[in-house]
């Protein structure tokens, strides 16, 4: 699967930013997809994933009730839209995606998946 992410930039806090990652190589539908992030020197950690188009979604704690991830399967793209950003947000954003259907539980590993995206880098600050 080749994964192109786009839709990082600089942000004020509490604003909103939409990050999308196009998909090909793959039926889109069933392919188990995913955005983590990073800050130097840090691990990479989750986000949100989902198994497949409408399965349970996991979202990190951090941004539950803030970011939504959707599938648009025509366009086989993924998004995630994120509200109420703040400065702890600030990150490279990755899209990431696994042949496998992901169980739940193994979504948030980043081992489980196969195909990573460029990045694309989001900053809050004021």
């Known amino acids: 699967v080749q994964l192109q992410a786009s839709g990082g930039g600089l942000v004020q806090p509490g604003g909103s930013l939409r990050l999308s990652c196009a998909a090909s190589g793959r039926t889109f539908s069933r392919t188990s997809m995913g955005w983590f992030r990073q800050i130097p020197g840090k691990e990479r950690e989750i986000v949100a994933a989902n198994g497949r188009s409408g399965g349970s979604i996991y979202y990190a704690s951090s941004v539950r009730g803030r970011f939504t991830l959707s599938r648009d399967n025509a366009k086989s793209t993924l998004y995630l839209q994120m509200n109420n950003l703040k400065p702890e947000d600030t990150a490279n954003y990755y899209c990431?995606?696994?042949?496998?259907?992901?169980?739940?539980?193994?979504?948030?590993?980043?081992?489980?998946?196969?195909?990573w995206g460029q990045g694309t880098q989001v900053t809050v600050s004021s």
């Open positions: 990431a995606a696994s042949t496998m259907n992901l169980i739940f539980s193994s979504l948030p590993d980043k081992s489980s998946y196969d195909s």
